[in-house]
Structure formats: C-alpha cells, structure tokens
C-alpha cells in the first residue's frame, strides 16, 4: 500500500519556466513533509520542507504547497534550470518517536530542455 | 567531513551468496536507517536503528540482517542473497530534526 504516492513518473520543462512536481499522499497522520533531489550515482539530498500547520514554504526558486484537505503537496521551481535536471521523491513524517521514519514517493524524473 | 560513507559501491553476487554492506557516519548523529531503491518503488525502509544498540525493521526487511556496531557504523546483511534483492541500497542518517543525510549508495547485482 503506497501510502506517498507521485503519479507523474517523468516531466520535461523548458528552462525559465515553471516546474510543479506534485505528491499525494494517503495516511492523515503525517505531520511533515520533505522534498528530496537525486542525481545520478549520488545519494538523494535535502532540498526543501514543509510542517502540516503551514500551507506554503519558499526557498529561492522553489516552493513547497500544502493542501492538507486534499491530501496533496506540490513543489513548484521558477524559474527551472537545466541543473534542476534530476530525480524528485517527496517524502512523509508519520513517526514522532525518535526514529523518525521517513515514506518516500516512487519519484518524478525532471528534464529541463534549452 | 565526509558525513555518510558507504562501502562498496558496487558489487555483484551470485544467488545464495552472502555480504555486508557496510555504513558509517561522522556526524554524530543517533538515528541511522537502511533503504533500498529500485524502478517505479521509490524509496522503501529494510530497517532503522534509532540509537546506538537498538534496530527495528522497516517496511522490507526480509532476507536482511543489521547490526547496529556503535554510534558511528550501521551495516546490513544479506545472509544468502537472491535476485530480488538487485537493487541500490543507501544508508543515511538524520539531519536536524527532519532531515536525511544520505551516503552515495551501493548498487548490489544478484545473478
């Protein structure tokens, strides 16, 4: 049961235009959300992240939007750039012991063309 | 600092074979955490040690062993090692309150 879920497995983006990578996710107990960036060979890295009291977190050119009734986040970049070339998991916080345990999505591969 | 460091980076094995993967970190850190990723499954949790001497298992940990050494080095284990196990496996560690620092990965191969 894929509790994070992103449906969109591929995007392709001209660069200086807007990119939005969205993620639903299932379980109503999250509390936390994380937007990770992987290229090739490497290991993912943190890029931005959002708390479930909020709808909305910027950071330079990308932003994070929280639609909790929706159960729906989305991470917009503006403009894209072709090192935004990467993998994108959004991932959810449902344990507040000290694990803290991540869901991770399936992923969405973003190309940004010239 | 070279934060999370996994060895090997590659490695093929054949069917019913056995090794270590192995994971340290240099950043102090209590949490440390297995995953492994493969096509269309993201990223999906073999186990977790929350602090030095304790280890749970995630949502994937059969056909898989770990031992939490001390606070610096988590390793994982495949004790006979099938080709459902060909995949890429990280190791990473929590970052402030939220966070992950992943190591590069080890792209296992089981023929």
């Given amino acids: ?114 | 600092n070279a934060g999370v460091t996994q060895t090997p980076k590659f490695q093929v094995l054949k069917t019913g074979q056995s090794m270590t993967l192995q994971c340290a970190q240099d950043m102090n850190h209590n949490s440390m955490y297995w995953y492994r990723q493969d096509p269309g499954m993201g990223l999906r949790l073999i186990y977790y040690s929350a602090s030095e001497g304790t280890t749970d298992k995630g949502e994937v940990p059969n056909g898989y062993n770990v031992s939490r050494l001390n606070k610096r080095e988590f390793s994982l284990r495949l004790e006979s090692a099938a080709p459902s196990q060909t995949s890429v496996y990280f190791c990473a560690t929590r970052q402030g309150h939220y966070g992950y620092t992943f190591g590069s990965g080890t792209r296992l191969t089981v023929v």
């Avoid at chain 1, 992103?6 to 109503?28: A, F, H, K, M, W």
Wanted: proline fraction near 4%.
């Fill in chain 1, 1 to 114: 049961d894929q509790q994070v879920k992103q449906n969109s497995p591929s995007l392709s983006v001209q660069e200086g235009r807007i990119s939005i990578l969205n993620c639903d996710y299932t379980n109503s107990m999250f509390d936390y959300f994380l937007w990770y960036k992987k290229y090739p060979a490497e290991g993912p890295t943190f890029l931005i992240s959002i708390s479930s009291i909020k709808d909305k977190n910027e950071d330079g050119r990308f932003t994070v939007f929280l639609n909790k009734s929706a159960k729906h986040l989305s991470l917009h970049i503006v403009p894209s750039q072709p090192g935004d070339s990467a993998v994108y998991f959004c991932a959810a916080r449902g344990d507040t012991g000290t694990a803290s345990k991540l869901t991770f999505g399936t992923g969405t591969r973003l190309q940004v063309t010239l």
